[in-house]
């Protein structure tokens, strides 16, 4: 998830949200090593509630056309973006009508499992499995006040599994089906030498 200062990004026909972290020093991010992420220490139940609180917000901000409430359930980051951006942003949802609703009660599968980032944001991504589409998942929390707060959100929908191609593949040509002439001795002189000496 790319991080857009000031602003919330959409494309590739997903949506997504996340401003850029205020005061990042550039020159020293470039000389420092840079830091792998760490598992994050959260339990199922948490990931479950970040996640499924998370896009239930979306989902009901999308319904209502009101982005207030999860402008106000956000990092103050992602706060930096009014109602109305966030309108902007989540447009397309709206006009197709999707229905996140079904978060409620299906399973997430985790792509990628709760880490924390060297910049301390908790990131982790997955998808909805569900029928005809699956909705796809990437969410990223700053710590605030001792709670993770959204900062960035991306939600698209894909294939549920894989699919045929539309195109029906060319029949096998087909092998020559002619037998053989059987061995004869003229393509084993040895053993035609032995069978006539017996």
């Known amino acids: 998830m790319q991080n857009v200062a000031g602003s919330l990004r959409a494309g590739d026909g997903r949506s997504a949200?996340?401003?850029?972290?205020?005061?990042?020093?550039?020159?020293?991010?470039?000389?420092?090593?840079?830091?792998?992420?760490?598992?994050?220490?959260?339990d199922r139940n948490?990931?479950?509630?970040?996640?499924?609180?998370?896009?239930?917000?979306?989902?009901?901000?999308?319904?209502?056309?009101?982005?207030?409430?999860?402008?106000?359930?956000?990092?103050?980051?992602?706060?930096?973006?009014?109602?109305?951006?966030?309108?902007?942003?989540?447009?397309?949802?709206?006009?197709?009508?999707?229905?996140?609703?079904?978060?409620?009660?299906?399973?997430?599968?985790?792509?990628?499992?709760?880490?924390?980032?060297?910049?301390?944001?908790?990131?982790?991504?997955?998808f909805f499995p569900s029928v005809p589409m699956q909705v796809n998942f990437e969410l990223l929390f700053a710590p605030v006040e001792r709670q993770w707060k959204v900062f960035g959100i991306s939600v698209a929908l894909g294939k549920a599994g894989p699919e045929a191609p539309a195109t029906e593949p060319e029949p096998p040509k087909p092998v020559a089906t002619e037998i053989p002439d059987p061995p004869t001795p003229k393509v084993n002189p040895r053993r035609a030498a032995e069978q006539a000496g017996k």
Do not use: W
């Open 46 to 126: 948490g990931v479950l509630i970040l996640v499924r609180t998370s896009l239930l917000a979306l989902d009901q901000a999308n319904k209502t056309g009101n982005y207030t409430v999860l402008r106000d359930l956000g990092a103050p980051g992602f706060q930096a973006n009014n109602a109305a951006k966030l309108a902007e942003i989540f447009a397309g949802h709206r006009n197709d009508g999707i229905d996140l609703g079904g978060v409620a009660v299906l399973e997430p599968h985790l792509t990628l499992l709760p880490q924390i980032e060297p910049n301390g944001m908790l990131h982790m991504a997955g």
């Open 17 to 42: 949200a996340s401003p850029a972290c205020p005061g990042a020093n550039v020159e020293t991010q470039k000389s420092a090593k840079p830091q792998a992420p760490k598992p994050a220490n959260i």
